[in-house]
């Protein structure tokens, strides 16, 4: 029977999933999850680069996610940044055939273009977000980052590959992403590379199987996985832990994943 909220008292649900948080955040969880891809490098701005790509196929089959994740480095050379502020009409076009579902060439091409403007008019991912940083969140700085993403030439469907939590989306993947850049690596997964952003600013990556457990441990009514939803659950783990909320991803996420049998 699964552990339940209504026979856990708070800091009883907090010492379970303190535990939890603590035993799946370790580098064993590297090898199954798409955060190997941007392992493989140590710059800065390759990290982020790499990651926030990745981050964006991070939907689908994770072995898939994977195997598109390292055909995306082979494609930037193995060396995203280069690539991105370098590469030439030609380079573009040998991006052209790449898919994962309904992320294709052309919207990878215009990834590309639009991470070149943020670097050369925005000084890079971090410094956006930190320009529109409110004081508890970032989800209003994703909606202004996909604005001047977006700023390059653009076909309006590339446009849904950036979800905006203005328009009512959880933003699981670019949350997810923002967990990688901004939490320590003090366990060797996150990496810490953003220190201008505290991690007590990010949001859980709520998806269905999270969403699912959040619920079960009554840290979440709302049946919908959207911006509401998300709030709702992100007042709820800053309850548990104010300075570092979203630490309990790797609680939720691993219940999830390997202790079905309580979930």
């Not at 064993?28 to 999850?33: P, S, V, W």
């Not at 991070?58 to 370098?86: H, T, Y």
């Not at 273009?113 to 969140?137: C, D, M, P, Q, W």
């Amino acid at each position: 029977m699964a552990k339940s909220s209504l026979r856990l008292k708070k800091s009883e649900l907090k010492e379970f999933l303190d535990e939890k948080a603590a035993l799946y955040e370790s580098p064993k969880f590297i090898g199954t999850d798409p955060i190997q891809i941007p392992h493989q490098f140590s710059k800065k701005e390759d990290i982020e680069i790499i990651g926030f790509l990745v981050a964006t196929i991070a939907w689908g089959n994770r072995k898939s996610i994977i195997k598109n994740g390292n055909q995306l480095v082979a494609l930037l050379e193995n060396a995203p940044f280069d690539f991105v502020m370098n590469h030439t009409e030609s380079d573009l076009e040998r991006v052209l055939p790449f898919v994962h579902r309904t992320f294709n060439g052309t919207d990878l091409m215009t990834f590309i273009k639009a991470l070149r403007h943020i670097y050369t008019n925005y000084e890079g991912i971090e410094a956006v977000f930190n320009s529109y940083a409110l004081n508890n969140e970032l989800q209003t700085a994703i909606h202004h980052f996909k604005k001047h993403f977006f700023e390059v030439e653009h076909l309006p469907r590339t446009q849904k590959h950036v979800s905006d939590p203005l328009k009512k989306s959880a933003a699981k993947r670019i949350n997810m992403y923002l967990r990688w850049m901004v939490r320590p690596n003090a366990a060797g997964v996150d990496f810490g590379i953003w220190p201008s952003l505290k991690p007590a600013l990010l949001s859980c990556p709520l998806d269905v199987h999270s969403g699912r457990v959040a619920r079960q441990l009554g840290l979440l009514k709302r049946k919908q996985n959207d911006a509401i939803a998300l709030a709702e659950l992100d007042k709820q783990l800053r309850k548990l832990d104010p300075q570092d909320p979203v630490k309990y991803d790797f609680a939720l996420f691993g219940l999830s994943a390997f202790e079905k049998d309580l979930f």
